[in-house]
């Protein structure tokens, strides 16, 4: 299988340069000593989250005249606002298919950055953006299952390589993997004695239990919407599971209490707003299974509901 | 009076590169379409607040042996553990007096850095700082009335110069004026056409009477204590009047509840976390008064209590 190289990487961070944030690396002086901590706070992003590097590049890799015709995605996370963002940056159409059950402020969100909303029943999304391809000849973005996607999410990777050459462990949030696929193929390339390590919630740890029996496995979806953590609730593809398995040194598993407790942390020490998702990789650094080291935190994301970020604070 | 110049705050850049983050300016897509904007976020230092760079500068600007004897402060709150903090990266003792009634997260996280708290009655600090003074021979660093300390803030405004020459308007929260003297005498150097407008809350608007009517003015504290901007209550000494007489060409005063929205706001659009205090630019922002054109706002801080947050989250 075609795997993403450094050269991908590089590319892609010239095609996203001026039109995506290149986030700040935040030294936490609040790190346990023995574990120097700086947060990489993709939640800094103009859509909240990493998704709009890879949604940008897959964007802006496509030939004129194809890009002309607009772009498709089913999400109703973080990868529906990045692709409607990017699109909107290009002066192209989008069309985002979102389940009916999505918070309104999610779908308002992603109207505000110009894109066409179609609402579909549960379990419909993949045929009606599958329609949407055919009527508008449009090209489908998906949320990671492609090398360019892969190579914009791996440009975080590069630029931690950049502010922190010395930097001895990342710790990545996984879900449907192209985040750590990417970050861990630019870090293994520039940064080869770091260990580059994956986060999952207990309560979605298919990852882990495919890195450990050695091909991908498959937990029921409503056992994976058990955690708080929605983000994190896909899969690995093919392609993706190819790279966890070759760039990822280990893989580190939190309790729903450690991810809230870790978004508390984030709020109050770096004051920064962290989804669940976007905090278990704090969560895994609090954890006795961290190596010691100059270590980097990906914080992915902060699209959260006020109502649920209030009873995090209060605890 | 001698006032502070672009050659003290480009030699006070010099002297805290490295100790005190460089913080981005963060564009933000969610901004007026006629006033694009963007976010100085200060909450992002490691005490969460723009002190540390006047406290660093006026402690790196002592000669050796005086800085060797330690520093004093008194400060219920960001003065607090800023000191604390620079002094803790220049290896000397720090003796921080802070009210009997201040919240025992503050000093806890004054004490985090290694200072010394000493717990003073009402009306007492000024007095019992004086005597630390004396018995340690340490320097008091006092948290705005300071050149050193104006020069600090003022780097901000360096960095707003260097990262948007063309910005056209600047709006900054006014309390004891340092922050707003120090960002208004580096832009009115480098940035002359750049409208730099200062922002007090109605219960707290001293500042707005006093350029008004021409000489400072005294609000009783009583009445600067009704503002939930707990950091905006102080008022300018004659120093950092007169130079905000020189350098704001206005000043917009907000609601309470403006201030809360404007909080609300940064938590779950720009993914970051700001005390009252520090919301209070993105609530004139908000207000017809601002005037169009590219707009850079200065988030101050971000300590605030959870319950508080909480209660501003949910509206």
Request: negative net charge.
């Amino acid at each position: 299988m075609q795997q993403v190289t450094i050269e991908d990487i590089r590319a892609a961070a010239d095609r996203i340069r001026g039109s995506v944030l290149r986030t700040p690396l935040i030294p936490a002086g609040w790190g346990d000593p023995e574990r120097p901590l700086w947060i990489k706070p993709e939640s800094l992003q103009a859509v909240g989250a990493f998704k709009v590097r890879g949604a940008f590049n897959a964007i802006a890799a496509l030939d004129d005249d194809t890009r002309a015709r607009g772009v498709v995605a089913y999400s109703s996370g973080n990868h529906a606002q990045a692709v409607a963002y990017a699109a909107s940056r290009w002066g192209i159409a989008a069309h985002i298919v979102m389940p009916e059950e999505t918070p309104n402020v999610k779908v308002a969100a992603t109207r505000e950055w110009g894109a066409t909303v179609v609402l579909c029943g549960a379990g419909e999304r993949e045929r009606v953006a599958a329609r949407l391809v055919t009527e508008t000849g449009g090209v489908l973005i998906p949320p990671f299952d492609h090398p360019d996607v892969i190579a914009g999410q791996g440009t975080i990777g590069l630029e931690i390589a950049e502010d922190l050459p010395d930097v001895e462990t990342v710790l990545i949030p996984v879900s449907g993997g192209g985040l750590a696929s990417g970050i861990g193929t630019a870090l293994r390339a520039l940064c080869p004695r770091a260990r580059v390590i994956g986060v999952e919630p207990e309560l979605a740890a298919d990852t882990a239990e495919a890195l450990r029996v050695g091909h991908r496995v498959d937990w029921p979806i409503q056992d994976r919407n058990r955690t708080i953590a929605d983000g994190l609730r896909s899969q690995p593809s093919e392609l993706t599971f190819d790279h966890l398995r070759r760039v990822l040194d280990d893989l580190i598993t939190v309790s729903e209490n450690d991810i809230r407790a870790a978004s508390r942390e984030l709020a109050l020490r770096a004051h920064l707003v962290a989804e669940p998702s976007g905090a278990v990789a704090l969560a895994a650094y609090r954890s006795t299974a961290t190596p010691r080291g100059r270590t980097v935190i990906v914080l992915s994301g902060g699209n959260v509901e006020p109502a649920l970020m209030a009873e995090i604070l209060v605890g």
